[in-house]
């Protein structure tokens, strides 16, 4: 008997010293803060590490994590200023700074946020219209930051940053932005199938200009060679034709020769189509006739030449 009462003293003994060992050594991990109370009071904070405390004198009244938290409050029905009631859903990121102000600085701190969160949103909402409550996020969630943030330092927490999850309007005002959104886009497709007609047209236009333009250039061009072609052609006859008058005159033919020439130019006359020729009634009048022709012939030689060395 005795001995059972010995071993049950025992083990109580060594429950008792495992009990105040461990209320006496504290482990704090790595972003945790321990609010040490002695008698009641505060006492001190213990940071991340092995700590040693007083048992029974002192108790960790609370734990406070010092990880940057995120809460995605519920919905708030706020009022725009142009009498819009909507539910807009707002997140916070904060952070504990001082963990004996969030111990001490206001009961229940969470609850104080979103609390705050809701009346600083409809302050703000209250001075915005419907359009610009829906295209001002950047400027709701840099004000609330701001006032949430000056509001919850002596509570010792940071707010870093605040987001306006959503914002939905009533429905009947979805539906009317939905089909004004849908008659911009048909207004923007009108205006852009416009525009592509007249680009389109204007091409059509430049095209056929620049067609014609090409096309007058051509026939141009082809009349120029053509023209060109002509007189070449000319002057090449005429070339020819002053040669032979000038080769015949070297030859210095006589009388004999301008007889022949003579009757070869009666005979072209006869093989003509007039109905009536007239023959000299003597052949040195036809010598006569063929000279004055030669002599002619003689006069045009200097312009013939003139215009070669042109």
Same mark, same amino acid.
């Given at each position: 008997?005795?001995?059972?009462? @010995?071993?049950? !003293?025992?083990?109580?003994?060594?429950? *008792?010293?495992?009990?105040?060992? %461990?209320?006496?050594?504290?482990?704090?991990?790595?972003?945790?803060?321990?609010?040490?109370?002695?008698?009641?009071?505060?006492?001190?904070? !213990?940071?991340? @590490?092995?700590?040693?405390?007083?048992? =029974? =004198?002192?108790?960790?009244?609370?734990? +406070?994590? !010092?990880?940057?938290?995120?809460?995605? /409050?519920?919905?708030?029905? +706020?009022?725009?200023?142009?009498? +819009?009631?909507?539910?807009?859903?707002?997140?916070? /990121? /904060?952070?504990?700074?001082?963990? &004996?102000?969030?111990?001490?600085?206001?009961?229940?701190?969470?609850?104080?946020?979103?609390?705050?969160?809701?009346?600083?949103?409809?302050?703000?909402?209250?001075?915005?219209? *419907?359009?610009?409550?829906?295209?001002?996020?950047?400027?709701?969630?840099?004000?609330?930051? =701001?006032?949430?943030? $000056?509001?919850?330092?002596?509570? @010792?927490?940071?707010?870093?940053?605040?987001?306006?999850?959503?914002? *939905?309007?009533? &429905?009947?005002?979805?539906?009317?932005? $939905?089909?004004?959104?849908?008659?911009?886009?048909?207004?923007?497709?009108?205006?852009?199938?416009?525009?592509?007609?007249?680009? %389109?047209? =204007?091409?059509?236009? $430049?095209?056929?200009?620049?067609?014609?333009?090409?096309?007058?250039?051509?026939?141009?061009?082809?009349?120029?060679?053509?023209?060109?072609?002509?007189?070449?052609?000319?002057?090449?006859?005429?070339?020819?034709?002053a040669r032979g008058i000038e080769l015949i005159k070297n030859a210095n033919p006589g009388q004999a020769y301008l007889t022949l020439k003579g009757f070869e130019a009666l005979e072209k006359v006869a093989n003509g189509q007039a109905t009536k020729i007239i023959i000299p009634s003597e052949l040195q009048n036809l010598a006569s006739v063929i000279g004055a022709a030669q002599a002619i012939m003689d006069d045009r030689k200097p312009a013939v030449k003139e215009k070669e060395v042109k």
């Open positions: 008997m005795e001995q059972i009462i @010995g071993l049950v !003293l025992t083990i109580f003994f060594v429950l *008792l010293f495992i009990a105040l060992l %461990s209320m006496t050594i504290k482990i704090i991990p790595q972003s945790h803060a321990y609010v040490v109370e002695r008698l009641g009071a505060y006492s001190h904070t !213990l940071p991340k @590490g092995l700590h040693m405390l007083f048992p =029974i =004198i002192d108790r960790v009244a609370l734990d +406070v994590p !010092l990880k940057e938290q995120v809460y995605d /409050f519920t919905p708030q029905p +706020v009022i725009t200023k142009d009498n +819009v009631t909507m539910m807009i859903d707002t997140i916070v /990121f /904060f952070q504990i700074l001082d963990p &004996k102000l969030f111990a001490y600085g206001v009961q229940n701190p969470i609850k104080a946020i979103e609390a705050l969160s809701a009346t600083t949103l409809r302050n703000i909402i209250g001075d915005l219209e *419907l359009d610009e409550t829906l295209t001002s996020r950047e400027v709701i969630n840099t004000r609330m930051r =701001i006032i949430l943030d $000056e509001a919850t330092d002596p509570w @010792g927490i940071k707010v870093g940053r605040v987001e306006v999850k959503n914002i *939905l309007p009533p &429905k009947d005002i979805q539906e009317a932005m $939905e089909k004004q959104m849908r008659a911009e886009r048909e207004r923007r497709s009108s205006i852009l199938l416009a525009e592509g007609e007249k680009r %389109s047209a =204007i091409l059509m236009a $430049e095209g056929e200009k620049e067609s014609v333009v090409l096309r007058s250039e051509a026939k141009k061009q082809a009349l120029i060679a053509e023209a060109e072609g002509q007189a070449q052609a000319m002057e090449r006859v005429y070339l020819a034709q």
